[in-house]
């Protein structure tokens, strides 16, 4: 990795080496993560989840659970399922060196942590109602032009073979 430091008016280019870890916006960041937590949740939280499904009983229970690389959703219409969810979210996954942080954490469970009716998640809004509705998520271009929101990258014409 090159960085370019300033130093009295001139820039001169000095390598450094990095030991651990990724840079974060490294092309293999997001699919390394993605690889890490999925094996979390297969190893981990799918086996917790479907003792606390068998656990609940309840018939005719609607559920969402979406994983978007580091980022966890988990909606259900049974509350205790939602509950138990929760539990193992703010418990962690110390095996993977995984905590939860709580003030990223939105439930409309109560323990007054934001919430309500809809969530915003990856550029989705998931409604409460049933079955679980959802629709793009707009708030982020809210009072920007939608020029500003395109990006094109032109390509140079190109004459017909003959």
């Known amino acids: 990795m090159s960085l370019k430091i300033g130093t009295g008016g001139r820039c001169k280019t000095r390598r450094y080496l990095k030991t651990r870890g990724l840079v974060q916006g490294d092309p293999l960041s997001a699919a390394l993560c993605d690889l890490y937590y999925g094996d979390m949740v297969k190893r981990q939280l799918e086996p917790a989840m479907e003792k606390a499904v ?29 509950r138990a969810f929760l539990g193992l979210m703010e418990a962690g996954f110390p095996d993977y060196g995984c905590v939860i942080r709580r003030e990223k954490t939105v439930t409309n469970l109560g323990a007054g942590r934001g919430g309500g009716e809809e969530l915003a998640f990856c550029g989705a809004m998931f ?25 094109l990258q032109l390509q140079p014409e190109t004459a017909p073979e003959s």
């Open 54 to 82: 068998l656990a609940s009983k309840k018939k005719g229970t609607t559920r969402l659970f979406v994983r978007g690389v580091d980022d966890f959703a988990f909606a259900s219409t049974d509350e205790d399922e939602a």
């Open 127 to 151: 409604g409460a109602e049933s079955p679980f509705g959802v629709r793009p998520d707009f708030t982020s271009y809210h009072g920007s032009s939608i020029v500003h929101t395109l990006k």
